[in-house]
C-alpha cells in the first residue's frame, strides 16, 4: 500500500521559510518523480514544482521560481520544497504527488498516481 505523507507546513509570516516534507512508504522514491501543487479556497489544484526520477532537471511556476527549491534524498525515501520568502499569496494547502519515472514537467493533477493527505501553509502579512 503506497501512502505519501506531507509535513511540514504551518503558519508562518510574510518573508519566512518553510521547509516541506514528503515521506513515501511502500514504493522506492529512487523510481519515482515528485511534484508539489497546492490548493488555495475556492481555486483548482495548481502546479508548484516538480523533480524527475533522476533528480534533475528540476521544474518551478513562475509564482515560486527563484525563492523554491525541490529535492528528494532518495536514501530516506523522502522529497522536500524548501520556500523562501514566502507571501500572503502562498497561503493554501500543499501536496506532493509520485509518478513513475517522471521526466518531463507535468502540470496536470490527473497525471500523477499518489497523493498525500496536504499539508496546510498559511502565510500571515
Known amino acids: 500500500q503506497v501512502q505519501l505523507v506531507e509535513s511540514g507546513g504551518g503558519l508562518v509570516q510574510a518573508g519566512d521559510s518553510l521547509r516541506l516534507s514528503c515521506t513515501a512508504s511502500?514504493?522506492?522514491?529512487?523510481?519515482?518523480?515528485i511534484a508539489w501543487f497546492r490548493q488555495a479556497p475556492g481555486k483548482g489544484r495548481e502546479f508548484v514544482s516538480s523533480?524527475?526520477?533522476?533528480?534533475?532537471?528540476?521544474y518551478y511556476d513562475d509564482s515560486v521560481a527563484g525563492r523554491s527549491t525541490i529535492s528528494k534524498d532518495n536514501t530516506k525515501n523522502t522529497a522536500y520544497l524548501q520556500m523562501n520568502s514566502l507571501k500572503p499569496e502562498d497561503t493554501a494547502v500543499y501536496y506532493c504527488?509520485?509518478?513513475?519515472?517522471?521526466?518531463?514537467?507535468?502540470?496536470?493533477?490527473?497525471?500523477?498516481?499518489?497523493w498525500g493527505q496536504g499539508t496546510q501553509v498559511t502565510v500571515s502579512s
Open positions: 511502500g514504493l522506492t522514491l529512487s523510481g519515482y518523480g
Open positions: 523533480i524527475t526520477w533522476s533528480g534533475t532537471p528540476t
Open positions: 504527488a509520485a509518478r513513475k519515472f517522471l521526466v518531463v514537467r507535468l502540470n496536470r493533477p490527473i497525471e500523477y498516481d499518489y
